[in-house]
């Protein structure tokens, strides 16, 4: 044999004999990483058990777990999987509510983050305990409500049908800064979804100039008449024009700064939605009835929670569901049948006596809450329960801009102001800002005894908690009123 012929067979062996190694490298590797997935998703599933065994929601620690074994986790967990992305400063929980109601009146299978429980590990949490041992998820669709700040980390992972963004106000300081923060999140995760849908507000000029250099397909929502009567406040997070910095004209205000917005120097304006209400028939303690134009077509609608805030979630889920390609009669019928979630105007009887209990955390959606308390009737004792743990803020300063004064103007509708919670004194200090007179407070710190006065009320009751003195009331409502437990 030619020594040029053994070269040549040398040759062909070493390069066949590379394409072998490199191949089984290949399918080794591709084997590491779907053992690694799985054994994050299996630890993952016995942390779930565990923390339910032990009697804890437990809905963030198993999906640490699982990150720190396999970072990309949620990539392989949401594969396959038709997911919405809900998120903004206030109405996640209650939109994603009425968006998982009509998934299921059109029949489409679909799971839930329903614990609120919207950071990255919760999502990853959620997304495990909907999958199979295999790794494939059990539903065809899930609704997921998203933290602002978290978004642009979910979907690193997650490639969504739709990204709703119900809006954007002041938060918690020390979490999300200024509401810039909050829209430059929302901005970097945008890129990040090039295919999905945005369904935007189009009534917040912040969430709008969302999808300013974005080349998504957008479905905004919107309301087009005021939605309390009387004025409203014009205390606004957004005062200038996010291209020019000129100030905004309003038309007209909902509440916020949300409404009919112009930019007093260049073309930035409001445009009209898709989806929006273009009337309010009625509104009363069990829900408002309006009609709602969906790509022009006319609906008579029941939104089956009472608060002119509500208006906005069922816009926000209707142009959700749109994007999932749910018909309209569907919508219209989710919106008259959703339950509140959890904590969002959520109807408790303790001892016989009504309290429902809304969550409260930032000025904006607190006085939407202090609105609809005071646009009602009859009487009735208001409980506010302030903390300052870090799932609260721990900068309370935001009860400064809340317009307790309205409340102050409505004392004939009030049996009792009663305050609780860590914080109470320096709530106490707000209310007599406010103009409540000292004898006309009560602090009661010791939630039990909280409670026990509660149950002796003959009117309803409004609790109005923030995050984690929401979770300790329900915690112990829970065992002395045998409530249902909440976790996923
Ligand atoms: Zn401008």
């Known amino acids: 044999m030619s020594s040029g012929a053994g070269d040549l067979i040398a040759a062909a062996a070493a390069y066949f004999f590379r394409r072998i190694v490199n191949g089984a490298f290949v399918c080794y590797n591709a084997d590491m990483k779907r053992l690694r997935f799985l054994t994050a998703l299996w630890l993952g599933k016995i942390a779930v058990l565990a923390c339910r065994v032990l009697g804890r929601g437990g809905t963030d620690m198993p999906g640490r777990l699982a990150l720190k074994i396999c970072p990309d986790v949620l990539k392989y967990l949401s594969s396959g999987v038709n997911t919405v992305l809900i998120t903004g400063t206030n109405g996640k929980t209650t939109t994603s509510r009425i968006v998982e109601r009509g998934l299921a009146a059109a029949g489409l299978d679909c799971f839930a983050n329903r614990s609120g429980a919207n950071l990255l590990s919760g999502i990853v949490t959620c997304f495990a305990s909907n ?76 969430t ?106 069922a816009c926000a889920a209707a ?29 408790f009887s303790l001892g016989g006596v009504s309290a429902r209990m809304i969550l409260v955390k930032n000025p904006a959606g607190c006085n939407q809450v202090i609105n609809y308390l005071c646009s009602g009737s009859g009487p009735a004792l208001f409980v506010i329960c302030l903390n300052d ?67 002796a009320q003959s009117s309803p009751v409004y609790i109005m908690p923030t995050y984690t003195a929401m979770m300790d009331l329900r915690g112990i409502m829970t065992k002395r009123f045998k409530l249902k437990k909440f976790w996923m």
């Open 319 to 347: 142009a959700c569901l749109h994007s999932a390609g749910v018909g309209d009669g569907t919508v219209i019928e989710a919106l008259g049948s959703f339950e509140g979630g959890f904590g969002r105007m959520e109807e």
């Open 131 to 206: 999958a199979k041992l295999s790794g494939k998820s059990r539903h065809d669709w899930a609704v997921i409500e998203c933290d602002e700040a978290a978004l642009k980390f979910v979907t690193l992972y997650i490639k969504p049908v739709s990204l709703t963004v119900t809006n954007i106000f002041r938060d918690q300081l020390d979490r999300y800064g200024e509401v810039t923060h909050t829209l430059s999140s929302i901005r970097t995760s945008v890129a990040n979804i090039p295919g999905a849908v945005l369904c935007l507000n189009a009534d917040c000029s912040l």
């Open 208 to 313: 709008w100039s969302a999808a300013d250099d974005a080349k998504n397909a957008v479905i905004s929502f919107g309301v087009d008449v005021p939605i309390y009567r009387g004025e409203v406040s014009d205390l606004s997070d957004a005062p200038y024009c996010s291209r020019c910095k000129s100030r905004y004209n309003y038309d007209y205000r909902t509440f916020g700064h949300l409404g009919g917005w112009r930019c007093s120097s260049c073309e930035n304006k409001r445009h009209q939605p898709d989806i929006r209400v273009t009337r309010i028939l009625s509104s009363g303690e069990s829900g408002t009835a309006v009609v709602m134009s969906i790509f022009d077509s006319e609906y008579t609608a029941r939104i089956n929670l009472a608060g002119g805030y509500n208006v906005y979630n």
């Open 389 to 455: 743990r870090a799932a609260d803020g721990t900068d309370i300063s935001w009860i400064w801009d809340v317009e307790f004064e309205n409340l102050a103007a409505r004392k004939d509708r009030l049996t009792g102001l009663w305050v609780s919670g860590v914080r109470a004194d320096d709530m106490a200090l707000r209310l007599k800002y406010a103009g409540f007179d000292e004898g006309e407070l009560r602090v009661i710190r010791d939630y039990n005894e909280l409670l026990d006065e509660i149950a």
